[in-house]
């Protein structure tokens, strides 16, 4: 069996969970099955790349993507099986499955549907990558969702899909890649204290991220515990200048506020989990939550908020502590939020109980090698549903 590995991400150009993913489950699958992966921006080496046309370089970002997609699925040949990823290069699955008679299969990452806010970041394009979405999803010969959470939000944004054809496989995380260690000079590097644990929040700028509740719950926070923010690459100029303001007004309020607002490389992003007494998510919006599985892996007790697949992959007090989301009582969130993190200051010795049990629970449930195994089950299934 050969795939074709559909995806706007692919290293080195990773910035979010779908790409940690594909790039992940790549090399598993490739002890399978063979894998051609065909991916958008500059070129590589090792995956073939596609660029938005010449005539669409002013155009919307969602213009310049399908522009983009439509040269991806020209050049995909020989394959028995489309698997695209996100948004960003669902239509060119889509299209590569009826230029070559084969099935298509979606990993769904995330939902246009949850994510209004990106009409922010899209204007009007929203409105074309929530039609590529749902063309793809309607025509799909499966979908696999990477928690139950997003099964349930599949099948409840787009009830015309048979439930028969969604398929949960959970995210993985690389174990070796994120586990703790001792080195420290990232740390120093970056002006963070070695001697001193803190509360370490890493994400995107991004209203899913939920990064303004962090900012205000902080304000609540242990003052004598440093909060680190490794938080870049704003959706938006506006939602740029609305964080920068807010970390201002933090550090008005208290001491040891450390933004880290740019490119991390994974070996300090490793050291920084490592040394964290606790890793905040306060998501709003999270299909899975790779970053969490990466804190769990690097031993640092995770305080998340409850939506999505984050319960699939925190335990409740034991891995760490979940806390209650509710869009309509932001403020009730953030107390609860500054609650919950002083909780695990609080007890230093369970915290680190918390980060064992994180890291054994990374090991034993979240392998790629299982995940790639079932992944290729989802493609037989495909096929048998795309020849019936």
Avoid at 245 to 260: C, F, N, P, Q, S
Wanted: charged share 25%; aromatic share 6%; with cysteine.
């Amino acid at each position: 069996m050969r795939t074709a590995i559909l995806t706007r991400e692919w290293p080195p150009f990773i910035y979010g969970g779908a790409g940690v993913h594909v790039e992940h489950l790549v090399p598993e699958l490739r002890k399978i099955i063979d894998v051609d992966v065909h991916c958008l921006g500059k070129p590589r080496e090792d995956a073939q790349a596609h660029q938005v046309p010449d005539s669409l370089l002013d155009a919307n970002p969602a213009l310049q993507t399908i522009g983009a997609d439509l040269g991806m699925a020209d050049a995909v040949t020989d394959c028995d099986v489309a698997h695209s990823h996100t948004w960003y290069a669902n239509l060119s699955g889509h299209l590569t499955g009826l230029l070559n008679d084969i099935p298509h299969v979606i990993t769904a990452h995330s939902l246009e549907p949850r994510r209004p806010w990106k009409r922010e970041q899209l204007g009007g394009g929203y409105a074309i990558s929530s039609w590529v979405e749902k063309t793809a999803y309607r025509n799909a010969q499966a979908i696999i969702a990477v928690s139950a959470g997003m099964r349930a939000d599949v099948l409840d944004c787009y009830p015309f899909v048979d439930p028969e054809r969604v398929h949960v496989v959970h995210n993985g995380i690389d174990t070796q890649a994120y586990r703790r260690v001792d080195e420290v000079d990232a740390l120093v590097s970056h002006g963070v204290d070695p001697e001193k644990p803190y509360v370490l929040f890493v994400g995107r700028i991004t209203r899913q991220k939920g990064i303004a509740h962090l900012l205000r719950a902080a304000q609540d926070f242990d003052e004598s515990v440093p909060i680190v923010l490794c938080a870049a690459s704003p959706d938006t100029p506006e939602l740029g200048a609305e964080v920068s303001a807010a970390i201002d007004a933090l550090r008005e309020k208290r001491d040891g506020v450390h933004w880290l607002n740019g490119h991390l490389e994974r070996s300090d992003v490793r050291q920084l989990l490592s040394h964290a007494l606790v890793f905040a998510c306060p998501s709003v919006y999270e299909p899975l939550g790779i970053v969490n599985l990466e804190a769990m892996g690097c031993e640092a007790p995770v305080v998340a908020s409850d939506v999505g697949g984050i319960p699939e992959v925190v335990v409740d007090g034991e891995t760490g502590l979940l806390v209650h989301y509710d869009a309509d009582e932001p403020g009730q969130f953030e107390a609860d939020f500054a609650t919950a993190i002083n909780k695990v200051i609080e007890d230093p010795s369970r915290a680190r109980q918390m980060g064992h049990a994180g890291r054994e629970r990374a090991i034993s449930d979240f392998g790629w090698d299982r995940i790639a195994a079932r992944t290729v089950e989802v493609y037989e299934q495909a096929q048998a549903v795309h020849g019936s």
